[in-house]
């Protein structure tokens, strides 16, 4: 095969062979059942990539190095993905979660344990701007409050992450909100109050089929596992009380005073440590172990065993070694062209605003699935569609609007994406098993979809919008940048000038 010297874009075919290889081992792995992890398949899907982009004369540098510098913008989230180990192994050998557990079983009713779960998980979220967070915390003490009700793993992972990314869309802390609207150029607040309207009704109607849910299955209360649980808890701290929950009180201070991300897993992490010491007689080097290693206790229950044997910096080798990889290959995915090649057409047959939507969702899961990262399934739709929507007289955070009610939400759906496997591994739910439960994720985009079918829902550039009835009603301008604001304002003028 000649070397080519000069780079052109893949074709088709040849851009989509990387991820057919990717998908062809990953999805009968899933559904065979060959109980293989997903790295060394991300790995292959790599070299598959680099090989044709070698073809259509990308160098072996340009390639490395686009897949270097996508691992380099993710790298602030790897190692928070390592300190929310730190972060679970000292919370657990202090007692803080087993004590949310402890004390969830004493006053939350099962029959209204998912929706309130639901709720809190939500409010956490956006208190937080972390939906890894959530999961980490009070995600693991809900999955054994679930246990001791009978309910099926995949239901309570499904309703924790309904919640947590729920309120991780809504947090103006949440990084992946700040890029949705930074990749749409609009504004932080603009973003989140477009969100509002295709958001906030998906989550009303999660937490009603939660309630129907919880109510129905209420029956399956086994008291004396719940007992049990309770008094192995109970038994193994040295002390347990209310005073436990402080670090989870903590957890909103920090937030509140918009502590970054990483500094505020670390300092939480020591904190935790702080409360082994002092109420569970750890020692120095406990506080050490804990905070590699996490917690170990072998115990007759199993349940109990399974809810404190966790956590620790080591425990996210796993996940960090996939993240690294998934996201390698996205770079290089993006770096020889293959998304512009498979998707850069779309654009052209666009004439609705419900066609725009729908492109720019399926671009964004497109984009997640092959390229294994939440990231690029936020800024690549916006890099290729935001001239579209000012072309339609749209507004740009109906833009962010659309890139987050399936970019953002996706994610965890995907078995071998960064999302997928760092809550499938926190939570000890296998992705596929807690995805038909997670109602929120899959309600919010086909509600988006939905609406802007029959014209509700559309924002315009003017600031005005259709509600859920149709009717047209005024609202303020959302930022944007000034050429893309005149090109919206002026195609808006005409399509109006043409509807009268």
């Known amino acids: 095969m000649a070397e080519n010297t000069e780079r052109r874009l893949p074709g088709k075919f040849a851009g989509l062979i990387p991820v ?14 060959w109980g293989q992890d997903p790295h060394i398949p991300v790995l292959i ?41 730190m972060l679970i192994g000292s919370f657990t050998w202090c007692g803080s979660i ?48 679930g246990a001791t009700m009978g309910l099926n793993p995949g239901l309570v992972a499904g309703m924790v992450l309904s919640g947590a990314c729920c309120g991780d869309k809504f947090s103006p802390l949440s990084d992946s909100t700040n890029l949705a609207a930074g990749s749409a150029q609009t504004g932080l607040f603009d973003h989140v109050r477009a969100m509002v ?21 209420s029956g399956n209360y086994d008291t004396n596992l719940v007992e049990g649980l309770q008094s192995t808890i109970m038994g193994h701290y040295d002390y347990m009380s209310p005073v436990l929950l ?18 505020a897993v670390v300092l939480l992490s020591f904190v ?20 590699h290693y996490g917690y170990e206790a072998e115990t007759d229950n199993e349940l109990f065993n399974a809810l404190v044997n966790r956590g620790g910096m080591d425990s996210m080798l796993w996940t960090n070694n996939l993240v690294i990889v998934a996201v390698g290959f996205g770079g290089i995915l993006q770096t020889i062209g293959a998304v512009e090649s498979l998707l850069g057409a779309l654009i052209k047959k666009v004439k609705t605003p419900f066609q725009l939507v729908a492109v720019t969702m399926v671009t964004g899961a497109f984009c997640i699935t092959t390229m294994c990262d939440q990231y690029l399934g936020l800024i690549i739709p916006a890099a290729m569609y935001k001239d579209k929507y000012d072309a339609m007289g749209l507004s740009r955070n ?33 992705t596929l098993e807690y995805l038909p439960f997670c109602f929120m ?11 802007v079918s029959y014209g509700a829902n559309i924002i315009y550039a003017d600031g005005s919008r259709t509600n859920i009835f149709r009717k047209l009603v005024k609202g303020p301008v959302a930022e944007a940048p000034e050429d893309a604001h005149e090109v919206a304002m002026k195609a808006l003028a005409e399509m109006r000038g043409e509807q009268q």
Request: proline share 5%.
């Open 20 to 33: 057919l290889v990717l998908l062809g081992i990953m999805i009968p792995n899933y559904i065979l059942d």
């Open 45 to 85: 899907a790599c070299a598959v990539a680099m090989l044709v982009g070698k073809f259509y004369g990308y160098s072996y540098k340009e390639m490395l190095a686009g897949g270097l510098n996508a691992v380099n913008q993710s790298l602030e989230a790897i190692i928070i993905i390592l300190c929310v180990g």
């Open 98 to 145: 087993p004590a949310v557990v402890y004390y969830g079983l004493e006053i939350v009713s099962p029959a209204a344990f998912l929706p309130l779960a639901c709720i809190l998980c939500a409010i956490v979220g956006v208190a937080l701007g972390s939906a890894w967070t959530v999961t980490a915390t009070l995600g693991i003490a809900f999955m054994s409050m």
């Open 197 to 217: 309207t295709t958001t906030f009704p998906s989550l009303v109607i999660a937490i009603i089929i939660y309630a129907v849910i919880s109510f129905t299955q």
């Open 246 to 263: 402080i670090p989870f009180i903590l957890i909103i201070v920090v937030a509140v005073l918009k502590v970054p991300a990483l500094a």
């Open 272 to 291: 935790g440590a702080l409360f082994a010491v002092i109420f569970q007689g750890a020692g120095f080097s406990d506080c050490i172990t804990m905070l």
């Open 398 to 430: 109906m833009l962010s609007r659309t890139l987050e009610d399936c970019g953002t939400l996706w994610s965890p759906l995907v078995p071998w994406s960064s999302c997928g496997a760092y809550h499938s591994g926190v939570l000890g739910v296998s």
């Open 441 to 451: 994720n899959i309600i919010n985009p086909l509600f988006a979809l939905l609406t």
